[in-house]
């Protein structure tokens, strides 16, 4: 069963921030793991993850 977490915006951002890191740092691992093609999948997909968090944390700042 999935619960609804109401958190102020700023922290919300912040959370997702680090859902977001902790993403990357998953694909990163599996960078580690994995051959070509398949590397740098998950190397786009760190770097997309690592742009959201920044962009989430830009704005709980903006916010806060």
Do not use: D, H
Request: hydrophobic fraction near 50%; charge should be positive.
């Amino acid at each position: 069963m999935w619960f609804l977490l109401r958190f102020s915006e700023p922290a919300s951002l912040a959370f997702l921030a680090e859902v977001y890191r902790t993403q990357a740092v998953t694909c990163r691992q599996m960078t580690l793991m994995t051959v070509s093609p398949f590397k740098e999948g998950w190397l786009a997909l760190a770097t997309a993850s690592t742009k959201l968090a920044e962009e989430a944390e830009a704005k709980a700042r903006n916010i806060a």
